[in-house]
C-alpha cells in the first residue's frame, strides 16, 4: 500500500468469521448447540500440543514441591482472562452498535479471545523464554551459521529470529505430513486473533518479532483478506483488533502470577508483595483491602486474594481503552499495548511490578540455571538432528531419523523445509522430553538389559 492510498477501516461484520481453515467448503452457516469458536476452545483443550503445556517452564523450574505455574496454568488464566476482558468490551460496544444487524456477532468476542488465549504458546519451546534465543542463537552463534548462507534472505530471517508466536500459527495452521488440510481446522477468526506481529520475518527489526513464518505467509495472507485485514506494505498487515485483548490478557496474568509465584518460592516477602498490589488503588480501596486482609489467617491466601483485585482492576481498564481507541485499532492505525493506557495509577503500579519482577525473579538463581541447562539441551539436540537431516543416508542418521515422528518432513526437497522439520521437533519437546532424548542420545540413559 502506497502513501496515497487510504486505509478502509475494518468491519466487525467480517472480522468475526466462523469460516474453518481447510474446510471452507465444508461451511453451512447454521446455528448449532456449540458455536465454531467455542468448538475452537474444546478442539484446543483435547489437542496433543496444549496438552504439552503442562511440562514446559513458564518462569521456573518444573517440577518442584511447591507448585508454580507452568505454560498449562499460564494458558488456561490467560483465557479466563482474556474472556472477561472481551465479555467488558462487548457489552460497550453492542450499545454503540444496537442498531446494527450484526450486533449479535460482538457476543463471540468472548469465545474467540479466550481461544486465542488458549493456544498463544503452543508455539514456544521448552524450557521457558530462553528456548527462543537459543534456537535463533543456534543460526546467528552455532554451527547453523553455515546453513543460513544457504537460505533465501527471508528464509534466513525466519530462524535468526525464531518466534513462538509464529510458530504457534504454524503449529495451527501447517498441514503436517499424513494430517488434514487447514492444520488444526480452526475459524479464520481466531487464527488471526493470535497473531501479534501480522508481518514476516523480513519486518521483524531489532526486536526479532514476527507473527508467520515464509511458509505460512500464504495462509494468514487468505485469512486476512477474508477478515477484511489491510496489508499496510508487503509482508506487514494489521492486527486484527482481539489481538490486543488477548495480547492484555497475557500481559497482566505473567507479570501478576509470576509475583505471586515468586511469593510462594520466598524469592519475595509478602509484606514486598502486598505493597505492589495495593498500589494498584486508590487510598479508600487500599483500606477496604486490608480489612478484608485482616480476617485471613494464610498468606497464600492475603495474596490471592489481592492478586485478584489486581486483575479485575486492571482487565476493565484495558477494556474501558479498547473501546476508547476503537476507531483507531479498526483503521490499523493504533501502537502500543492496552495496558500502556490504563489510568495512571494503575501504569505506575504495573511498571513497578515489571521493574521488580526483572530485578528480583527473572534474574533468580534458579531461573538463570533452567536458562542455561535448557540452552545446553536444545543446542545439542539441535546440532544432532539438523545434521542427520542435511546428511540422511549416514547410518548414526538413519537411526536418529527413525525416532522422529512422522507428521515433521525430515526428508523434503528444500533445505528450508529440512530445518523447519528439525524445529517442529525441537520446539513441540516437553521439558522432561527434551531433557531424556539428551541422556539418551549422551548414553547416559539406556533401556534395561
Same mark, same amino acid.
Given at each position: 500500500?502506497?502513501?496515497?492510498?487510504?486505509?478502509?477501516?475494518?468491519?466487525?461484520?467480517?472480522?468475526?468469521?466462523?469460516?474453518?481453515?481447510?474446510?471452507?467448503?465444508?461451511?453451512?452457516?447454521?446455528?448449532?448447540?456449540?458455536?465454531?469458536?467455542?468448538?475452537?476452545?474444546?478442539?484446543?483443550?483435547?489437542?496433543?500440543?496444549?496438552?504439552?503445556?503442562?511440562?514446559?517452564?513458564?518462569?521456573?523450574?518444573?517440577?518442584?514441591?511447591?507448585?508454580?505455574?507452568?505454560?498449562?496454568?499460564?494458558?488456561?488464566?490467560?483465557?479466563?482472562?482474556?474472556?472477561?476482558?472481551?465479555?467488558?468490551?462487548?457489552?460497550?460496544?453492542?450499545?454503540?452498535? *444496537?442498531?446494527?444487524?450484526? !450486533? #449479535?456477532?460482538?457476543?463471540?468476542?468472548? $469465545? %474467540?479471545?479466550?481461544?486465542?488465549?488458549?493456544?498463544? &504458546?503452543?508455539?514456544?519451546?521448552?524450557?521457558?523464554?530462553?528456548?527462543?534465543?537459543?534456537?535463533?542463537?543456534?543460526?546467528?552463534?552455532?554451527?547453523?551459521?553455515?546453513?543460513?548462507?544457504?537460505?533465501?534472505?527471508?528464509?534466513?530471517?525466519?530462524?535468526?529470529?525464531?518466534?513462538?508466536?509464529?510458530?504457534?500459527?504454524?503449529?495451527?495452521?501447517?498441514?503436517?505430513?499424513?494430517?488434514?488440510?487447514?492444520?488444526?481446522?480452526?475459524?479464520?477468526?481466531?487464527?488471526?486473533?493470535?497473531?501479534?506481529?501480522?508481518?514476516?520475518?523480513?519486518?521483524?527489526?531489532?526486536?526479532?518479532?514476527?507473527?508467520?513464518?515464509?511458509?505460512?505467509?500464504?495462509?494468514?495472507?487468505?485469512?486476512?483478506?477474508?477478515?477484511?485485514?489491510?496489508?499496510?506494505?508487503?509482508?506487514?498487515? *494489521?492486527?486484527?483488533?482481539? !489481538? #490486543?485483548?488477548?495480547?492484555?490478557?497475557? $500481559? %497482566?496474568?505473567?507479570?501478576?502470577?509470576?509475583?505471586? &509465584?515468586?511469593?510462594?518460592?520466598?524469592?519475595?516477602?509478602?509484606?514486598?508483595?502486598?505493597?505492589?498490589?495495593?498500589?494498584?488503588?486508590?487510598?479508600?480501596?487500599?483500606?477496604?483491602?486490608?480489612?478484608?486482609?485482616?480476617?485471613?489467617?494464610?498468606?497464600?491466601?492475603?495474596?490471592?486474594?489481592?492478586?485478584?483485585?489486581?486483575?479485575?482492576?486492571?482487565?476493565?481498564?484495558?477494556?474501558?481503552?479498547?473501546?476508547?481507541?476503537?476507531?483507531?485499532?479498526?483503521?490499523?492505525?493504533?501502537?502500543?499495548?492496552?495496558?500502556?493506557?490504563?489510568?495512571?495509577?494503575?501504569?505506575?503500579?504495573?511498571?513497578?511490578?515489571?521493574?521488580?519482577?526483572?530485578?528480583?525473579?527473572?534474574?533468580?538463581?534458579?531461573?538463570?540455571?533452567?536458562?542455561?541447562?535448557?540452552?545446553?539441551?536444545?543446542?545439542?539436540?539441535?546440532?544432532?538432528?539438523?545434521?542427520?537431516?542435511?546428511?540422511?543416508?549416514?547410518?548414526?542418521?538413519?537411526?536418529?531419523?527413525?525416532?522422529?515422528?512422522?507428521?515433521?518432513?525430515?526428508?523434503?526437497?528444500?533445505?528450508?523445509?529440512?530445518?523447519?522439520?528439525?524445529?517442529?521437533?525441537?520446539?513441540?519437546?516437553?521439558?522432561?522430553?527434551?531433557?531424556?532424548?539428551?541422556?539418551?542420545?549422551?548414553?547416559?540413559?539406556?533401556?534395561?538389559?
Amino acid at each position: 500500500m502506497n502513501e496515497n492510498e487510504k486505509i478502509i477501516p475494518m468491519e466487525w461484520d467480517r472480522l468475526i468469521c466462523d469460516l474453518r481453515l481447510g474446510m471452507e467448503e465444508y461451511h453451512d452457516g447454521q446455528h448449532h448447540t456449540r458455536s465454531d469458536f467455542q468448538r475452537d476452545y474444546d478442539r484446543l483443550v483435547f489437542s496433543s500440543p496444549f496438552r504439552r503445556l503442562q511440562n514446559k517452564t513458564q518462569v521456573f523450574p518444573l517440577p518442584g514441591s511447591i507448585f508454580v505455574h507452568n505454560r498449562l496454568t499460564h494458558s488456561l488464566e490467560v483465557s479466563t482472562v482474556g474472556r472477561s476482558m472481551a465479555t467488558e468490551v462487548s457489552i460497550r460496544l453492542k450499545e454503540k452498535y *444496537a442498531s446494527e444487524r450484526w !450486533v #449479535y456477532k460482538l457476543d463471540e468476542f468472548r $469465545d %474467540i479471545v479466550a481461544a486465542a488465549c488458549l493456544c498463544h &504458546d503452543l508455539g514456544n519451546p521448552p524450557f521457558g523464554h530462553s528456548g527462543e534465543k537459543t534456537i535463533s542463537s543456534y543460526f546467528s552463534e552455532g554451527k547453523g551459521k553455515d546453513l543460513i548462507n544457504c537460505l533465501s534472505p527471508q528464509e534466513a530471517a525466519d530462524f535468526l529470529n525464531f518466534e513462538g508466536n509464529a510458530n504457534s500459527f504454524r503449529l495451527l495452521a501447517h498441514q503436517f505430513s499424513g494430517r488434514r488440510r487447514g492444520g488444526m481446522a480452526m475459524t479464520y477468526s481466531t487464527l488471526a486473533s493470535i497473531v501479534k506481529y501480522p508481518y514476516s520475518s523480513l519486518h521483524a527489526g531489532g526486536k526479532g518479532k514476527f507473527g508467520f513464518f515464509k511458509s505460512e505467509e500464504d495462509t494468514y495472507r487468505k485469512v486476512a483478506t477474508r477478515l477484511g485485514i489491510p496489508e499496510l506494505e508487503p509482508g506487514r498487515f *494489521a492486527r486484527h483488533p482481539l !489481538v #490486543y485483548i488477548m495480547e492484555a490478557a497475557d $500481559d %497482566i496474568c505473567y507479570q501478576i502470577m509470576d509475583l505471586e &509465584d515468586s511469593h510462594k518460592l520466598k524469592i519475595m516477602s509478602e509484606a514486598e508483595i502486598t505493597a505492589l498490589f495495593l498500589s494498584f488503588f486508590e487510598p479508600e480501596r487500599q483500606e477496604r483491602c486490608r480489612r478484608t486482609l485482616s480476617h485471613l489467617e494464610d498468606p497464600n491466601e492475603r495474596v490471592a486474594y489481592l492478586r485478584s483485585n489486581v486483575i479485575g482492576e486492571m482487565v476493565v481498564s484495558c477494556a474501558e481503552a479498547f473501546v476508547e481507541n476503537e476507531e483507531r485499532i479498526l483503521k490499523g492505525e493504533f501502537i502500543g499495548p492496552l495496558t500502556s493506557l490504563m489510568s495512571a495509577r494503575l501504569r505506575d503500579a504495573y511498571s513497578a511490578c515489571s521493574r521488580t519482577a526483572w530485578n528480583r525473579i527473572y534474574c533468580a538463581p534458579e531461573v538463570v540455571d533452567i536458562e542455561l541447562g535448557g540452552n545446553r539441551i536444545i543446542t545439542y539436540l539441535m546440532n544432532t538432528l539438523m545434521e542427520a537431516v542435511i546428511h540422511p543416508d549416514r547410518n548414526y542418521s538413519q537411526l536418529l531419523l527413525s525416532i522422529m515422528p512422522n507428521q515433521y518432513d525430515t526428508r523434503a526437497e528444500t533445505l528450508y523445509e529440512r530445518i523447519q522439520s528439525v524445529l517442529d521437533h525441537v520446539s513441540g519437546m516437553t521439558d522432561v522430553y527434551a531433557l531424556n532424548l539428551y541422556r539418551k542420545l549422551n548414553g547416559h540413559s539406556l533401556p534395561a538389559v
